[in-house]
Structures are given as structure tokens and as C-alpha cells.
């Protein structure tokens, strides 16, 4: 792993671009390199509580305040939630970014100008991080990474990658099954040894 120091020099630049031309933006939190968590992009609020704790954020003056608050209101999102059972809510442990890091109008999937805008992005934070696996959350993202099945790791560009599946497309289903799929993903990373003895 890099020095996270250059990383965050590098997100610290990106929060003052976007600032200027975003209102509602998601960089990311890195804590660790043993896993990063992929996600499409940031969802625009549903509801006036969301809004609310959306417009608190532009009190924020620096990138650490904004992702500190940003971060701890994401894990009570469907993605944070279900991040937060596979980790056991050890999240030091990992980093979560988003592909795409701004939301998109009436929430629909990414277009070629935001992927060709972002993708630049997130490879360099992939490069300073240097995570030692990246678990892209959906099919959007397994797309960006060439993968197009659930639970099967391969290798990009050397580094180990997997996808799993959308946090609300589990949600969607049922607590059943969203529980099932937790505790299959949770298996997973206990066990990803094993996987990677095919490379």
C-alpha cells in the first residue's frame, strides 16, 4: 500500500473542484487498503430529512469535515446498512468510494460523459490506494471492471476484483434474502484466500 498522505492530497484537490460545481457530491473514505468497496454513485434525496441533512453539508469548509459528516450519514443508507453487516461495522477495516461521484438526474444509470469524466478519477484512486481487493457493488460497476457474474473473482490490471450484488436490488427481495446474501458475501471475504490460490 502507498502512503493514504498522497491519496489524500489528491481527494482534497477533487473536494475543491467539485464544490465549486456540485452541490451534492461523494468522494469517498479511505481507512484501509485491504478492501475497497465500489458503489455507482451518490442517489439524490427522497425524502425532506435527507434533503435537510444534504444542505448541512454545504456548511462544511474542508474535505475532511465533508466526508466525516457525508460518511456518517451514508451508513444509514441502504448501502451503508448492508456494507455494515458484511464488515461486521468495522470500518476502519475498509474504503468505500463511488464510481461516478456525483448523483444523477432522477437517479438513473450513469451516462458515457460521467463515465468518461469519473473513470480517470477513480483509477487514480484505485492507483494510490492500491487495495488488495476490489468488491465492485452492482453491475453497473462490474461493467466499469469487465465483470458481468456475482461471486466470481478475477484479476484487473493484476489487482483482485469481484462484484457483488446491488445493496438495493438485495433490498428488493426481501430481508430473507438480502440476509442470505450478506452471509454469503460475508463468507466470501472470510475465505478469499482460497479463491485467489486459482491465480
Not at 24 to 39: D, K
Request: charged content about 20%; some cysteine; aromatic content about 14%.
Amino acid at each position: 500500500m502507498r502512503s493514504l498522505n498522497e491519496l489524500e492530497e489528491y481527494n482534497k484537490s477533487l473536494f475543491y473542484k467539485l464544490k465549486v460545481a456540485y452541490e451534492h457530491f461523494q468522494i469517498g473514505f479511505f481507512n484501509n487498503s485491504s478492501i475497497l468497496f465500489i458503489g455507482q454513485n451518490p442517489g439524490n434525496p427522497f425524502t425532506e430529512e435527507q434533503r435537510q441533512k444534504l444542505l448541512s453539508l454545504k456548511q462544511c469548509t474542508t474535505w475532511k469535515e465533508y466526508e466525516n459528516k457525508y460518511t456518517e450519514q451514508w451508513k444509514e443508507s441502504i448501502f451503508g446498512t448492508v456494507i455494515g453487516k458484511i464488515i461486521d461495522n468495522n470500518w476502519n477495516d475498509i474504503s468505500f468510494t463511488n464510481y461516478i461521484k456525483v448523483p444523477t438526474l432522477n437517479n438513473t444509470l450513469p451516462g458515457d460523459d460521467l463515465i468518461s469524466e469519473y473513470t480517470p478519477i477513480i483509477l487514480r484512486q484505485i492507483h494510490l490506494l492500491e487495495p488488495e481487493l476490489i468488491v465492485c457493488l452492482g453491475k453497473f460497476v462490474g461493467k466499469q471492471f469487465n465483470l458481468d457474474e456475482s461471486y466470481k473473482l478475477t484479476k484487473w490490471f493484476g489487482l483482485p476484483v469481484v462484484m457483488f450484488p446491488h445493496p438495493s436490488y438485495l433490498q428488493r427481495q426481501g430481508t430473507q434474502y438480502m440476509d442470505n446474501e450478506i452471509k454469503r458475501m460475508k463468507s466470501f471475504l472470510v475465505n478469499i484466500s482460497m479463491y485467489e490460490q486459482c491465480f
